[in-house]
């Protein structure tokens, strides 16, 4: 195998910690989770106490000012162990930076130690009932009041955090008839009047991952709650694409640690598995069909990490993401859908790990832009024209 260059050994140091503390803190109770169908609210205080919440953010704001890469570590490890209803990476690398990159000084110092500390947990409201990877067709309102604030109106739906969610960044119109150019993103805090938190959604996969839908009847968000203040109204459009990349790579990185888990645990059982007085390992058909899927693998890996050098020396671009996406959340159903059949029956059982990855795989290929959207975004970075 190509040896990883790309984490040096405070990285793997940090991988270490955070593996103990899902081993103490997850693994115990994720399966519990699982069936109540969102994890407790205690794993996020506990995290933000052993510094697992925004790392990446400055120091003053209660992180580490780590570089990416530990953020990175820690979706590696979570996706290999299949916990996946922490939603520790969209907390910190995905709300947490629309603050730091856009968010006014005020905003900055109210929300960010929050979010750390895990006292609040963060979401962010795009998604619609009409309106998923078109970000454009958005219908919720966001309307300027005679004092300054906004009256906000609409509904989301797919929220990731959204039955715990104390702070979201909602995505709504302040200008209606200015299409995307009339596109803001509000503060919505817990407790605002017409805020409401709906049904937790059961899902095909992700099953301790508490996906919601929020509801706003005419919720009035003060002038302040505006992201970036008044200078960023009807900027939200821009705000979405310049971070689009990185949350769309955050999806490469978890596919790749994912389908590599499934490689692993696969070899595992079919070496214990015995079939007609052998073990299935021993089959022709079963060490061709790994050995495809392992150098699959690996070639996907060389790449994310590629891109992940790209993100951190900040030339990453969209269409490079958006190949890294599409690219690699197919093949990771695509690995995990060929080691399930390695199983044979018991792949299809739930207590096999394996069966869980196929469920909690398919939706790789459609949040952050469904893979058909990144094929549009890479062809039109190709210069062909769209009809």
């Not at 006014?104 to 409201?125: D, K, W």
């Not at 503060?187 to 996969?205: A, T």
């Not at 992940?308 to 859908?337: F, G, H, N, P």
Request: proline content about 3%; aromatic content about 10%; overall charge neutral.
């Amino acid at each position: 195998m190509i040896e990883r260059t790309l984490f040096n050994a405070e990285h793997e140091a940090f991988r270490d910690s955070f593996r103990r503390f899902m081993d103490r803190e997850i693994a115990p109770h994720h399966a519990a989770w699982e069936e109540q169908g969102y994890v407790d609210r205690d794993v996020w205080r506990k995290a933000g106490a052993n510094g697992f919440l925004c790392m990446t953010m400055p120091q003053q704001h209660g992180g580490s000012g780590a570089d990416k890469l530990y953020s990175v570590v820690q979706m590696e490890e979570l996706a290999r162990a299949g916990f996946s209803g922490i939603g520790y990476g969209l907390h910190s690398e995905i709300v947490a930076p629309y603050l730091l990159h856009y968010g006014t000084a005020a905003q900055q110092a109210r929300f960010l130690p929050r979010l750390a500390s895990g006292e609040m947990i963060g979401a962010i409201a795009m998604s619609e009932p009409a309106a998923g990877s078109d970000l454009q067709g958005i219908q919720s309102t966001a309307l300027r009041q005679p004092d300054g604030s906004y009256l906000l109106h609409g509904s989301k739906t797919f929220v990731t955090n959204g039955w715990h969610a104390d702070l979201v960044v909602v995505v709504a119109k302040t200008d209606p008839q200015a299409g995307a150019k009339g596109t803001s993103l509000l503060l919505v805090e817990r407790g605002m009047p017409g805020f409401q938190h709906g049904q937790r959604l059961k899902k095909l996969g992700l099953k301790a991952q508490d996906t919601a839908e929020l509801f706003f009847d005419n919720v009035r968000v003060p002038a302040e709650n505006l992201l970036g203040g008044a200078a960023f109204e009807n900027r939200g459009f821009v705000c979405l694409m310049e971070q689009l990349p990185w949350e769309r790579l955050q999806i490469a990185v978890t596919a790749a640690a994912s389908a590599q888990a499934a490689i692993d645990t696969t070899v595992r059982y079919v070496k214990e598995r015995q079939v007609f007085g052998q073990p299935v390992a021993a089959f022709q058909n079963t060490r061709y069909t790994l050995a495809e899927l392992q150098t699959q693998v690996q070639v996907a890996r060389v790449f994310v990490d590629k891109c992940l050098e790209l993100l951190v020396r900040d030339r990453l671009d969209t269409d490079t993401a958006s190949m890294a996406k599409y690219w690699t959340s197919d093949l990771q159903c695509r690995v995990i859908d060929q080691c399930l059949q390695l199983h044979g029956g018991y792949g299809y059982m739930w207590e096999y790990p394996i069966a869980r990855a196929y469920a909690d795989a398919r939706v790789q290929r459609i949040y952050g832009g469904t893979n058909e959207i990144m094929k549009e975004v890479i062809a039109r970075g190709m210069g062909l024209p769209a009809r």
